[in-house]
């Protein structure tokens, strides 16, 4: 298995192919440029055929035919169609995965917001019942001193033990009046 070459912009026909985006088509191949090799022996091509996977304006790879044949034009313009469609396919493909991710990733936000909401109802639940109980409380209190007010008798003076405030009642009780 032969290792997978890399080609920069501009470097080598491939490079320079893709940089122009169109296609490139020699009838004078050097010898050191290509080999073809099969079981039948190793021999240098006649004509070399290097078209730009073009789609919108944009080059996503280079196909290249080597061939002991001449390429026609009509087989040319049978390749750069084909080319076209690869293009476009491979687009297409890279969209939907793009697509297929941003999916992804709306469900997990999603996700994250629904459990965030559930964390935030049960807050809020939790509120409402300290609110109830706290409320309840309050009403305890207010009727705990609502009875303190009726059966206790609170009398105010001021600094000298003069009587400044008195209720009736316990005026009543000891049958006295606010003047006495």
């Not at 026909?13 to 169109?22: H, S």
């Not at 088509?25 to 290097?50: H, K, N, Q, V, W």
């Not at 935030?120 to 209190?141: D, I, P």
């Amino acid at each position: 298995r032969k290792k997978r070459k890399v080609f920069h912009l501009g470097e080598s026909l491939v490079g320079t192919c893709a940089v122009e985006k169109a296609s490139i088509f020699m009838t004078d191949i050097p010898e050191d440029y290509i080999s073809i090799t099969s079981g039948l022996g190793e021999a240098t091509p006649r004509c070399l055929l290097l078209t730009p996977l073009k789609f919108e304006d944009n080059v996503l790879g280079v196909i290249e035919i080597a061939s002991f044949d001449m390429i026609e034009s009509y087989k040319i313009e049978f390749v750069e169609r084909i080319a076209e469609s690869f293009a476009s396919t491979i687009s297409i493909a890279k969209i939907n995965q793009q697509t297929v991710k941003l999916l992804e990733t709306a469900k997990i936000e999603a996700e994250q917001r629904t459990l965030k909401e559930e964390e935030l109802r049960q807050n809020l639940e939790e509120l409402r019942a300290t609110q109830e109980k706290l409320t309840g409380q309050q009403e305890e209190l207010s009727k705990l001193l609502g009875v303190i007010s009726e059966t206790a008798i609170v009398v105010d003076f001021d600094v000298n033990g003069n009587f400044l405030n008195v209720p009736e009642k316990f005026l009543r009780v000891l049958n006295l009046s606010l003047n006495d």
